[in-house]
């Protein structure tokens, strides 16, 4: 079945650009959109926005003026940027796949990222 | 502040039965939306419990079951166990904010 895998670095410095990966194996990236969800320690779930394998992105209206969603299909990945973080940002990052009428499923085993000042 | 409104915590004894709101507006479940609810375990990812309002996932028991109405939906659990202790999200499609989630509940089996 579809496994996602979070990777990147685990402590970014504020005001700098937050960067993460998610590997998608056991199926193609194809017909499916890919999604980012973050969760600040102790607290609830975010979406951030989700990307279609051909490339479309939607995002968060809180989030979008800071956030690109990237997609390279002939890795079966995706990647998530988030710019100018700040303690804010501090959270648990979980890619999933996303379909219409199917929610979120399955999920990454999630990457904390803990900005630093 | 979730546009989505669960109560933060609810509990019932071992056997019980327990019900979590989600309450939303015009602008998603009362527009037609999906309703998903999401377990997550203590120290765990979130899994998928409910999509489309009212199905299970393979594998998820069926002491599990959602509802909808209206602007609101609502996940009931049957025959509470003491591994059902996690937190509840519901999500939906939101019109002007695409996905959202609620707040979450805490359930807690006495």
């Known amino acids: 079945q579809v496994q996602l895998q979070e990777s990147g670095p685990g402590l970014v410095k504020s005001s700098e650009t937050l960067s993460l990966t998610c590997t998608v194996s056991?199926?193609?990236?194809?017909?499916?959109?890919w999604s980012w969800i973050r969760q600040p320690p102790g607290k609830g779930l975010e979406w951030i926005g989700y990307?279609?394998?051909?490339?479309?992105?939607n995002y968060n209206p809180s989030l979008k003026s800071r956030v690109t969603i990237s997609v390279d299909t002939s890795k079966n990945q995706f990647s998530l940027k988030v710019r100018s973080v700040t303690a804010a940002d501090t959270a648990i990052y979980y890619c999933a796949r996303y379909f219409s009428g199917r929610g979120f499923d399955p999920w990454g085993q999630g990457n904390l990222v803990t900005v630093s000042s | 502040q979730s546009v989505l409104t669960q109560p933060p915590s609810v509990s019932g004894a071992p056997g019980q039965r327990v019900t979590i709101s989600c309450t939303g507006s015009?602008?998603?479940?009362?527009?037609?939306?999906?309703v998903h609810w999401y377990q997550q375990l203590p120290g765990t990812v979130p899994k998928l419990l409910i999509y489309q309002s009212t199905n299970r996932p393979s594998g998820v028991p069926d002491r599990f079951s959602g509802s909808k109405s209206g602007t609101s939906a609502s996940l009931a659990i049957t025959g509470l166990q003491a591994e059902d202790e996690a937190d509840y999200y519901c999500q939906s499609y939101d019109s002007s904010l695409r996905e959202v989630f609620g707040g979450g509940t805490k359930l807690t089996v006495l």
């Open positions: 990307i279609y394998y051909s490339g479309s992105a």
């Open positions: 056991g199926g193609a990236i194809s017909n499916y959109y």
């Open positions: 015009s602008s998603n479940i009362g527009a037609g939306s999906d």
